[in-house]
Nanobody
Framework: QVQLVESGGGLVQAGGSLELSCAAS????????MAWYRQAPGKQRDLVAS???????NYADSVKGRATISRDNAKNTVYLQMNSLKPDDTAVYYC??????????????WGKGTLVTVSS
């Protein structure tokens, strides 16, 4: 089993910044893609950003230029730095990790989510 611990959410004013982090632990042989998703009230869960094991990143159009995803492979941790926050960024942010166990089976794991609220 793999456990994901997210941190960094909270209340921030529009125009402000925050950094989310997500640390994976447990039965991990390797980690493929790490990603952040978000779900606003009444809406579906959407991808915010992802990063492959090789460092290739992908961003939703809505956060391009304002978000930076990074990872520390030694710590099995993924980060999401978001700047110029807008009220529309208000959502629960979920960490997603595709990890491989010692049998090299790839399994997707989800964090419990961390709430980000951006006030206008």
């Amino acid at each position: 089993q793999v456990q994901l611990v997210e941190s960094g959410g909270g209340l921030v004013q529009a125009g402000g910044s925050l950094e989310l982090s997500c640390a994976a632990s447990g039965s991990i042989f390797s980690i493929d893609t790490m990603a952040w998703y978000r779900q606003a009230p009444g809406k579906q869960r959407d991808l915010v950003a992802s990063i492959t094991s090789g460092g290739v990143t992908n961003y939703a159009d809505s956060v391009k230029g304002r978000a930076t995803i990074s990872r520390d492979n030694a710590k099995n941790t993924v980060y999401l730095q978001m700047n110029s926050l807008k009220p529309d960024d208000t959502a629960v942010y979920y960490c997603n990790v595709r990890a491989r166990n010692w049998r090299l089976n790839a399994i997707d794991y989800w964090g419990k989510g961390t709430l980000v609220t951006v006030s206008s």
